[in-house]
């Protein structure tokens, strides 16, 4: 697939997952492009928890059930109405998560580049889940990120330790296909905003 493509095909996927288990050298390709992401001072402060036991992927799809309960609560009109009809996550479907996390104390006291931007290595992070996203796609699978938790819960679901901190849960799995347009805006919650709305030339600037 090329790049433009799978930048353009990958979707946050939830109801699409049929279960299907991954192919171990698949799976080792997609983690492979993670760990190939950039990282501040090359500290590479990721780690990668493949959780598949299903007890495990039931406590934590309740916990989910409850924060999106908490969120639904602060919702009120056309806002409650649409976010109801939202699937917030394939937790069981998928058949395979994936906790990401960061380890602050990864490079080394020093680690270069970072020193004053303290979230550098929470953006390498990022980057890393990027690569796994696009990798992912281009191998046909499917991705959501599933972020109604709380920090502290999940990093004790998987052990993780002293230090590392969750950044995302990741349903990962084979898909019955990827949605032509994302749920988000198929529900009418948000609409993507067009390239020349974003777009600034020299300074931000609002108006003349």
């Known amino acids: 697939m090329?790049?433009?493509?799978?930048?353009?095909r990958r979707r946050d996927t939830r109801a699409e997952f049929t279960g299907e288990p991954v192919d171990e050298a698949v799976l080792r390709r997609v983690f492979g492009a993670a760990h190939a992401a950039p990282s501040v001072?090359?500290?590479?402060?990721?780690?990668?928890?493949?959780?598949?036991?299903?007890?495990?992927?039931?406590?934590?799809?309740?916990?989910?059930?409850q924060e999106r309960d908490v969120f639904a609560a602060s919702l009120s009109g056309e806002r409650a109405e649409t976010f109801s009809r939202i699937k917030i996550e394939g937790i069981r479907e998928s058949g395979l998560g994936v906790v990401v996390s960061y380890d602050a104390g990864r490079g080394g006291p020093a680690v270069l580049g970072r020193h004053a931007i303290a979230d550098a290595g929470l953006y390498s992070v990022c980057l890393a889940i990027q690569n796994l996203w696009l990798a992912a796609t281009a191998e046909g699978l499917g991705v959501g990120w599933?972020?109604?938790y709380r920090e502290e819960f999940l990093a004790d679901l998987v052990d993780l330790p002293e230090g590392a901190r969750?950044?995302?849960w990741l349903c990962l799995g084979s898909?019955?296909?990827?949605?032509?347009?994302?749920?988000?805006?198929?529900?009418?919650?948000?609409?993507?905003?067009?390239?020349?709305?974003?777009?600034?030339?020299?300074?931000?600037?609002?108006g003349d």
């Open 166 to 168: 969750p950044v995302a």
């Open 41 to 65: 001072g090359m500290s590479q402060p990721w780690d990668f928890v493949l959780v598949r036991d299903p007890s495990t992927l039931d406590r934590f799809a309740a916990h989910v059930a």
């Open 2 to 8: 090329d790049l433009y493509d799978a930048i353009n």
């Open 175 to 206: 898909v019955a296909n990827l949605p032509e347009v994302p749920d988000l805006e198929r529900f009418g919650w948000r609409h993507r905003s067009p390239l020349d709305s974003v777009l600034h030339q020299e300074r931000y600037r609002t």
């Open 146 to 148: 599933v972020s109604f």
